[in-house]
């Protein structure tokens, strides 16, 4: 089995179908997209690169990025796809762990200086016309050789965590794990056909880049926005030239989408004539930013919950769950991430790994077809996380009679002050729910009598002047005292990592910092 196999079949059977746009513009249809991965795949093979062999992508959204993807599983080899915003050294250290031989990069982008990057066997620059002569086929695609066969189980996407604590670790995901990604987006996360549009403002190199195979197996259109990132005014547009286009959004992206369609003052008919389909998911939606996101988006909304050791694969919860007001515990299915996915098992388990009854916090595990085969050259890690073949995953949650998973926080993030465990991101959906608030991030504090207190860092709406005082009131109106925040820091912005997740552990170390200069943190 061959992830390419799809490929193969569209580019044989459907040539002259649209199957990239870069912008508006068509870049390739199918045979045109075939017939350059499959020539890529021969020059790859040609010149001395072996099936298993690693190819790495360091590069920001480009519609070559699909054409390289598909192009090294033509050939049987393995694609590392690096985050385009890590600093190039980063970028070596992770080309260096994965042996990867040879490397894209995009030399219109951001990297002017590549440092020891250039160590790798080869750099490819995709602007240079070298490199595009590799896609350049010397013959139709029926005279270019078949996608290589390669076991089920053959490595195909060795994906780099994030790594907030510590070096990043390789997560070796499969041939088996992509296809079941693929299928079951079809089965649980939405419908696809060929008249379907993928637009890929995200980074392709996380899991929006995966959602390329369900559009892909559907024969569906896959659209790379001119500026390769989220720019909401520009994903408008383009659904409304292309038709109704599907996007992965973290909820910051969600967010930002919001408050162009609010800024704009678009109707659920303008909205729905851009977008068919918003997954997000990558980090906590709260509820009462998903409640404004239906009110002025309508609903077009379906929430995944993954992450890379089980891509975009462990719960869902549906257009049909999210629209369905009507039911007597909407809300707290709004506040989760749905039920498990078709391929795989979810469970909470205590600490020593019993399954623990619905309604009670622990971590949760998850198992199935999805999950990775284990970390690249990290044995030990493996076996901390793959237990008994459970994945265990590092969030805190808990199951619903009826199934569906609520997750509480990240197992670090949990704060305990004077031995009671507080949750953050129930603080923090509360807080969220005064008009005042934009962004809220709460965490904790070493403190000499509690062990630690709870911070919250507030973003306040634009316009709006708020006091520590006023979000006191709220919280005591709304959760136990206990709970509620000893501190507030006010904040213009939260810093984010590039898939849009805060960046917890730079609040702390701030915060750390702050304590021991004994003067508060910076705005910014
Ligand atoms: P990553 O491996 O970078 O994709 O990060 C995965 C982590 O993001 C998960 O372990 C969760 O902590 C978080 N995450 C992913 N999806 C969701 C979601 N729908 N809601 C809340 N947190 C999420």
Redesign the pocket.
């Known amino acids: 089995m061959n992830l390419a196999k799809a490929l193969w079949r569209q580019g044989l059977s459907e040539p002259d179908t649209p199957a990239i746009f870069f912008g508006a513009q068509q870049w390739a249809t199918y045979g045109q997209w075939a017939t350059r991965s499959a020539s890529l795949a021969k020059n790859l093979l040609d010149a001395g690169l072996k099936a298993g062999d690693r190819v790495m992508i360091f590069m920001g959204n480009h519609p070559r990025y699909l054409e390289i993807l598909w192009g090294c599983w033509w050939a049987g080899l393995v694609v590392v796809p690096v985050n385009a915003k890590l600093h190039p050294e980063e970028a070596a250290w992770i080309a260096s762990d994965s042996g990867a031989r040879w490397v894209f990069v995009n030399g219109e982008g951001s990297h002017d200086d590549l440092g020891s990057l250039r160590n790798a066997e080869r750099l490819l620059d995709i602007s240079h016309d070298e490199t595009a002569a590799l896609f350049e086929p010397e013959h139709a695609l029926s005279g270019l050789p078949p996608p290589a066969e390669s076991a089920h189980d053959a490595l195909a996407w060795l994906f780099y ?2 790594g907030t604590t510590g070096r990043p670790k390789g997560v070796i995901l499969t041939t088996r794990n992509l296809m079941t990604v693929g299928m079951t987006y079809c089965v649980d996360v939405d419908s696809v056909s060929r008249h379907d549009a993928m637009l890929y403002a995200a980074p392709m190199s ?2 929006c880049g995966i959602y390329a195979i369900p559009h892909l197996m559907a024969g569906a259109r896959h659209v790379v926005p001119k500026s390769g990132g989220v720019n909401a005014q520009e994903m408008f547009e383009l659904g409304r030239e292309l038709g109704a286009v599907t996007t992965f959004a973290a909820p910051t992206i969600v967010k930002r989408l919001v408050d162009y369609c609010a800024h704009m003052g678009l109707s659920h008919d303008e909205v729905a004539a851009s977008f068919k389909t918003i997954v997000y ?5 709260y509820l009462a930013d998903i409640k404004k996101a239906l009110a002025i988006m309508g609903p077009r909304f379906v ?7 089980s891509p975009m694969t462990a719960t869902v919860l549906s257009k049909y769950h999210i629209a369905n007001t009507q039911h007597p515990r909407y809300l707290q299915r709004l506040a989760s ?1 749905g039920v498990a996915q078709t391929p795989v098992l979810v469970r909470v388990v205590d600490a020593a790994n019993r399954f623990l009854p619905p309604g009670e916090i622990g971590e949760v595990m998850v198992r199935g077809d999805p999950v990775m085969l284990g970390y690249w050259n990290q044995p030990e890690a493996t076996a901390n996380t793959l237990v008994d073949g459970w994945l265990k ?3 805190l949650g808990c199951l619903s009679e009826d199934g569906f998973l609520t ?1 509480k926080e ?1 197992s670090k993030d949990v704060i305990i002050s004077g031995g009671t465990n507080i949750y953050p991101r129930e603080v923090e959906e509360v807080l969220l729910t005064h008009p005042g608030l934009a962004e809220v991030s709460v965490l904790g504090a070493p403190d000499p009598e509690w062990g630690e207190i709870v911070v919250a860092c507030v973003v306040p709406s634009p316009g709006y002047t708020l006091t520590a005082e006023e979000l006191d009131a709220h919280c005591l109106a709304h959760i136990a005292r206990f709970k509620r925040p000893k501190k507030y820091i006010f904040k213009e912005t939260l810093p984010k990592n590039n ?1 849009g ?1 805060v960046l917890k552990t730079q609040l702390s170390q701030e915060l750390r910092e702050a304590q021991a200069a004994k003067q508060p943190p910076s705005a910014n």
């Open positions: 965590t994030s996380h899991g998911g990558g980090a906590p939606m929430q995944i919950y993954g992450q890379g050791e991430v995953t590092g969030d997750l990240r898939y997740k």
